[in-house]
């Protein structure tokens, strides 16, 4: 039997630039690898604690499904779907959450990091803490234990996420014998790396963001807004600097040597980011064409997550049923 690779992405937002080099480029290149059995879905209830409104889950939930088959994902060969839709995730949360200690929870990163927010503005410890965030990587043990998954590629922010998986299937295998696969995380590192516009991490509440299929004009207009050094036009540039970075993502390796040359020769900024505008919307814009056609025809999307759905559900049941009979719930 093939080794399963699992990997989610919850729709908190439109899918933009770092989403795609960091986790789908990658999850898709691996699923074309004939080794494993992937699975790939929309963490739809992973962003519940995050998102304000119905409306805005819906639109992130279709533009993320738009963006996976967008970018190449290939039904055929992975099981696409979303998590709601597959509730023995959440039956087997439950009883996850029993062989789970509570100081587990309470190191967890994104849990520590409201805590200390909250303390360094002088808040409750847990002030506006909700049990969704608390439990979250418990819901991710069941997304991840569900499907007998042993590889997990994620970025180095969902590292400590994938460890206490592994924990927890190791917790229930010792008090109820073997039943859970113990997955390991593989970590993607080019992820670490590409920055938003200005220079930090790429995030929504920064507004730093490039939408990964953002229309051309919006497209120049936000490279041309990328943070720059002061040197003069003709000046030799540095290569480390996050101009660069993108231009390594879209370029070609005949292309990114080219660039090399002409920014230790002195190229402007204004030109860089011309040649750089070129290269990722001439790298976009096939994906670009395809998403705006599923955006428009998401009922093919629907079908298509509904078949990865049956075939995901088929896996579900059977896990959870060991699950069950392990507890004894059932015989
Ligand atoms: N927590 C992940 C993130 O924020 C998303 C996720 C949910 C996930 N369940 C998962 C990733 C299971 C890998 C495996 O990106």
């Given at each position: 039997?093939?080794?399963i690779?699992l ?38 209830y ?37 998590q709601?839709?597959i509730p023995e995730t959440t039956e087997l949360c439950w009883i996850l959450m029993n062989v789970t200690p509570k100081g587990l929870m ?25 049990m969704?965030?608390y439990n979250y990587p418990i819901l991710m043990a069941a997304d991840i234990l569900l499907f007998n998954t042993k ?13 206490m998986a592994r924990d927890i299937a190791k917790y229930f295998n010792k008090k109820y014998g073997y039943t859970f696969v113990v997955p ?128 995901a559900r088929v896996i579900a049941k059977e896990t959870l049923e060991r699950a069950r009979k392990a507890v004894g719930v059932i015989d």
């Amino acid at each position: 039997m093939k080794s399963i690779v699992l990997t989610g992405i919850k729709p908190t937002g439109t899918p933009h630039i770092g989403n795609y080099v960091g986790a789908i480029k990658q999850a898709i290149e691996m699923s074309e690898n004939s080794e494993y059995d992937n699975f790939y879905f929309i963490a739809d209830y992973h962003s519940l604690n995050a998102l304000k409104t119905s409306e805005e889950l819906k639109t992130y939930t279709k533009e993320l499904a738009c963006t996976w088959l967008a970018c190449g994902l290939n039904p055929e060969k992975v099981v696409f779907y979303r998590q709601s839709r597959i509730p023995e995730t959440t039956e087997l949360c439950w009883i996850l959450m029993n062989v789970t200690p509570k100081g587990l929870m309470d190191r967890a990163h994104a849990y520590k990091a409201s805590v200390q927010a909250n303390l360094e503005k002088g808040a409750d410890a847990d002030d506006g803490v909700n049990m969704g965030l608390y439990n979250y990587p418990i819901l991710m043990a069941a997304d991840i234990l569900l499907f007998n998954t042993k590889f997990v590629p994620v970025g180095q922010d969902q590292k400590q996420h994938v460890e206490m998986a592994r924990d927890i299937a190791k917790y229930f295998n010792k008090k109820y014998g073997y039943t859970f696969v113990v997955p390991q995380e593989k970590i993607q590192e080019e992820s670490a790396t590409l920055l938003g516009l200005d220079g930090r991490k790429m995030s929504k509440s920064y507004g730093n963001q490039i939408p990964l299929f953002c229309d051309e004009g919006t497209l120049k207009k936000l490279i041309s807004s990328i943070k720059t050094d002061s040197s003069l036009p003709t000046e030799p540039k540095s290569t480390n600097c996050v101009l660069f970075d993108y231009i390594k993502v879209f370029g070609s390796p005949e292309k990114i040597n080219e660039m090399e040359k002409r920014f230790a020769e002195g190229i402007s900024w204004a030109d860089a980011k011309k040649e750089l505008f070129e290269m990722a919307n001439e790298y976009i814009k096939p994906m670009r064409e395809k998403y705006n056609y599923y955006m428009e025809h998401f009922d093919e999307v629907e079908s298509l997550l509904k078949l990865g759905e049956e075939k995901a559900r088929v896996i579900a049941k059977e896990t959870l049923e060991r699950a069950r009979k392990a507890v004894g719930v059932i015989d």
